[in-house]
């Protein structure tokens, strides 16, 4: 149902979601149950609009419960004040209560709840939109991989992340320091989708239309793109198969699951973000897109131009997107099998990133 570019300039939004209901004084403080009820009941009412609109939450980049999950997995890691500064910033600036929603409340974790704000906030405010990714070429070595020339202007999630980092400890301005947190608890989650750091000339892969679990490539409604493509299923779809296989109701029970499979440190060093501390993150993302996502599709697709990076659409680079679609990629178990582990393992290492990041932060 995904109709949505997580990459590049196609706008993603549709117009037909409704505001949330959000009162900060309630929102952090155990709030009364009709609340909750009134805010799910919105929420719902809003992704009914989605359906309608043909636009999903599959537009989140890691999906609602991949981002959750990763802010979930930092604050196992998090000293208890730490974290209730951050409570307290995101409860002293709220978000915009007429701001389209494309993810489910969670009452009891405002902080994971604040992980799918930046991709809310990106739909009106498209400056922001290079920020989510770092379009590095598939046919660099990550080793040497140089972000300067995927990162035009500062404008890629490895500059944003740094000169968030920056307003959130130096601002004077609650409301910039607020923000600067909810970009980067979203941003940090981004950069470690292997696909938000990789591209092969086709947008991070919006632009390989793909076969899931039979599930056949569709051209989107007023737009030359697919659905399934490849970025989508890594954002979205593997994780809610992985989800469904394991009975893992919810971002709670993924984070649960992600670290009982391989525990995390006993503890981080907090540690600001520096550019070339996310750099390194970076490449190391751009290594599973490399060998995985790109690596184990089940029919080999070529190195595309280093330059094909910035694609105005996807019909850019030769047509890429009927390049891709005519080799009928079909993805199904061995290719998750391949998949899984790396989302897995992505999804736990930007926890532990984070978790450093955020006790740099608040440093208490
Ligand atoms: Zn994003």
Redesign the pocket.
Same mark, same amino acid.
């Given at each position: 149902m995904s109709s949505s570019f997580?990459q590049g300039p196609t706008l993603i939004h549709g117009s037909s979601q409704v505001g949330r209901l959000n009162s900060p004084s309630h929102e952090f403080t155990n709030p009364p149950v009709f609340l909750y009820t009134l805010r799910m009941r919105r929420w719902l009412v809003s992704l009914a609009f989605l359906c309608v609109s043909g636009w999903s939450a599959d537009a989140v %980049?890691w999906g609602c419960e991949g981002h959750r999950a990763v802010v979930m997995i930092a604050e196992r890691l998090v000293p208890a004040a730490k974290l209730a500064a951050a409570r307290a910033l995101l409860a002293a600036s709220p978000v915009d209560p007429n701001l389209r929603v494309g993810c489910p409340p969670v009452p009891d974790d405002p902080v994971a709840e604040a992980a799918t704000w %930046? $991709?809310d906030y990106r739909s009106d405010h498209l400056e922001t939109f290079n920020w /989510?990714f770092t379009n590095l070429p598939r046919v660099w070595k990550s080793a040497t991989a140089n972000p300067a020339a995927a990162c035009a202007a500062g404008s890629c999630a490895i500059e944003a992340i740094v000169a968030q980092f920056q307003l959130l400890t130096h601002s004077a301005d609650t409301a910039v320091k607020a923000n600067a947190l909810r970009f980067i608890l /979203?941003f940090v989650g $981004?950069l470690h989708q292997p696909l938000h750091s990789t591209s092969n000339g086709d947008r991070g892969g919006n632009c390989v239309p793909v076969t899931f679990f039979g599930q056949a490539p569709q051209q989107n409604p007023n737009s030359d793109d697919y659905s399934p493509n490849l970025h989508g299923i890594w954002d979205s779809s593997m994780i809610r198969r992985m989800m469904t296989d394991q009975a893992l109701a919810d971002a709670q029970a993924l984070s649960d699951h992600i670290v009982a499979k391989k525990p995390l440190p006993a503890s981080v060093v907090a540690s600001a973000p520096t550019k070339a501390r996310v750099t390194s993150w970076a490449r190391q993302a751009h290594e599973v897109g490399r060998t995985v996502a790109y690596g184990k599709l089940p029919v080999a697709v070529g190195m595309e131009p280093a330059t094909a990076i910035i694609l105005s659409s996807c019909q850019d680079n030769h047509d890429i997107v009927h390049r891709m679609l005519a080799l009928n990629e079909s993805i199904g178990n061995a290719y998750l099998a391949a998949g899984e582990p790396a989302i897995a393992g992505q999804l736990r290492l930007a926890g532990v990133h984070l978790a450093s990041v955020l006790k740099a932060a608040f440093p208490l």
């Open positions: 997580s %980049a %930046a $991709d /989510h /979203h $981004d």
